[in-house]
């Protein structure tokens, strides 16, 4: 029994040292952090460096309409469309700053013209130049039928130019010839010739026709009843009928006008006989269309007419 040997007793000890591996957890949680931070930085920065405007188009960019999704992969077609916030300086010498659309355009940089206005206005500037024309044209056929007619002898009575109204064809009086008779509304019979003669060669014009009266400044007697405006407005009314026998039509008469001796032929010498005159006008188109502009406010579509300052006479005659 001595022989026996004794059990071996084996004493594990668990020695308690430092920490082992943790993880990495807390690393992934401060990068996170980190990247917050910056972006938050980085908005502040955009905040403090870009205009309102500005910000609302990063602001779409980030968060478009279906039709407001650019295609473009390029740095143009990104989010500041190949520009750059920074402002000019020493430190670099490339940048390309945004500019405010209110801006004035560089003198170098061609302005932008809608081609829809600029077709009207060549439109209006062919139309106004061919009806020149045809006002140039008539203006010769007036001027060639009197001196081939019985009537040369009143040529000077008769006096045909252009206006920004139009076509303006005056029956003028002159010393020791006068279209009507003293105070009178009734014309001579030459006078009468001298209109046919005209609405013969204007009859075919698609143009409105204005008939204006005119007297000098001689005034009737101290309270009388009928005074230069009723004299003007007669003649012009008479004009008018004599256009018509013509063969004028109605429909082409804008108005009759009398205007008694507001408007001179002769301003420095207003007892002149020249400033008694009737005047037939071929209206400019332009004056006696309506035109139609866009609706203004409202948001409304469509077009509204346009006044285009001449009015049919309401009666036979009127004073303006």
Do not use: C
């Amino acid at each position: 029994m001595a022989d026996e040997k004794a059990p071996v007793i084996v004493v594990k000890k668990v020695i308690k040292g430092g920490g082992g591996h943790h993880g990495g957890a807390w690393k992934v949680a401060y990068a996170d952090f980190v990247t917050a931070m910056m972006a938050f930085f980085l908005l502040m920065w955009l905040l403090n460096a870009t205009t309102e405007e500005q910000r609302r188009g990063i602001s779409e960019y980030f968060d478009p309409t279906p039709m407001e999704v650019s295609s473009q992969t390029s740095g143009a077609g990104g989010v500041m469309g190949g520009l750059t916030v920074s402002t000019e300086g020493a430190r670099v010498n490339d940048v390309q700053p945004i500019v405010h659309n209110n801006n004035p355009p560089s003198p170098n940089v061609q302005m932008q013209i809608d081609p829809e206005q600029m077709k009207k206005e060549e439109l209006q500037a062919e139309l106004e130049k061919r009806e020149n024309a045809e006002f140039q044209e008539v203006k010769d056929k007036i001027e060639e039928a009197i001196q081939d007619s019985e009537l040369k002898d009143l040529a000077k009575n008769l006096m045909v130019d252009m206006t920004p109204e139009g076509l303006r064809i005056q029956i003028v009086d002159q010393d020791g010839e006068s279209m009507f008779p003293s105070g009178s509304a009734r014309p001579y019979e030459k006078t009468v010739k001298l209109i046919d003669m005209v609405a013969d060669i204007i009859k075919s014009m698609p143009n409105q026709i204005s008939v204006r009266g005119h007297t000098d400044s001689v005034p009737y007697a101290k309270g009388a009843d009928y005074t230069n405006w009723e004299l003007s407005a007669d003649r012009a009314n008479a004009s008018r009928r004599v256009l018509l026998d013509a063969g004028i039509e109605k429909k082409k008469l804008s108005n009759v006008v009398g205007k008694a001796d507001t408007e001179h032929l002769k301003p420095e010498a207003p007892n002149d006989p020249q400033n008694r005159r009737i005047s037939i006008i071929l209206l400019r188109e332009s004056l006696t269309k309506p035109v139609t502009t866009k609706k203004a406010a409202s948001g409304g579509t469509g077009s509204v007419p346009v006044d285009p300052g001449y009015r049919k006479t309401t009666g036979n005659v009127q004073f303006p």
